[in-house]
């Protein structure tokens, strides 16, 4: 009887021990389900934020090229409007100096009253009034408004002048005191209208 009891002691305690070991596998099993489920659920966060991630490097990418093709717009159309500037200076610089080398043989032939302006005005003869109270009034000031002269130009008793009297008007006018505006300009119509 001892040894029954015993035997089933044994059974019973294998037993028990066989249904701990299932309770545990089962529970083992449980939780490497539970384990599988988290990490692919882990996986899939993650797969999804690196696309996420992707999609926004991308459009990073896409602004960083179109702020730098903007840039390169820009930096194309300051240097096509740096060009044109330059062109434009380049001209006013041309015209300058045409200006002033027709200035400076008129004031060659007002300094020397034997020297005619035939020859400058290409074989028109002397220079006219209007003519002459142009490039007085351009000697010493380099502005680049255009000289407006109605009341002259529309007086019809416009008389010429030969350079003798070219050169009188310049002596006239560097000899008195620099005015500026209107005092200027009505000197030098008082200096004309002297002849």
């Given at each position: 009887?001892?040894?029954?009891?015993?035997?089933?002691?044994?059974?019973?305690?294998?037993?028990?021990?066989?249904?701990?070991?299932?309770?545990?596998?089962?529970?083992?099993?449980?939780?490497?389900?539970?384990?599988?489920?988290?990490?692919?659920?882990?996986?899939?966060?993650?797969r999804a934020y690196l696309g996420h991630e992707r999609s926004t490097g991308a459009a990073t990418h896409l602004q960083r090229v179109a702020r730098g093709h903007a840039a390169r717009l820009l930096v194309s159309k300051l240097r096509g409007q740096a060009a044109q500037f330059t062109a434009v200076v380049a001209a006013e610089k041309a015209e300058r100096k045409r200006i002033q080398q027709l200035q400076d043989v008129r004031l060659k032939a007002m300094l020397n009253p034997g020297v005619t302006t035939?020859?400058?005005?290409?074989?028109?003869?002397?220079?006219?009034?209007?003519?002459?109270?142009?490039?007085?009034?351009?000697?010493?000031?380099?502005?680049?408004?255009?000289?407006?002269?109605?009341?002259?130009?529309?007086?019809?008793?416009?008389?010429l002048c030969t350079t003798h009297e070219l050169g009188m008007a310049y002596q006239l006018l560097s000899a008195q005191p620099r005015?500026?505006?209107?005092?200027?300009?009505?000197?030098?119509?008082?200096i004309l209208h002297a002849f």
């Open positions: 009887r001892m040894r029954v009891w015993r035997k089933s002691a044994v059974c019973i305690q294998a037993a028990a021990r066989g249904h701990a070991a299932r309770l545990w596998t089962r529970r083992e099993r449980a939780a490497i389900r539970i384990q599988a489920a988290q990490r692919r659920r882990r996986a899939q966060r993650q035939a020859p400058l005005m290409a074989g028109k003869g002397p220079a006219p009034v209007i003519e002459i109270y142009q490039t007085l009034n351009t000697l010493r000031s380099r502005t680049r408004k255009p000289q407006r002269l109605p009341s002259l130009a529309a007086n019809a008793d416009v008389t005015r500026t505006g209107r005092g200027k300009a009505a000197q030098r119509m008082a």
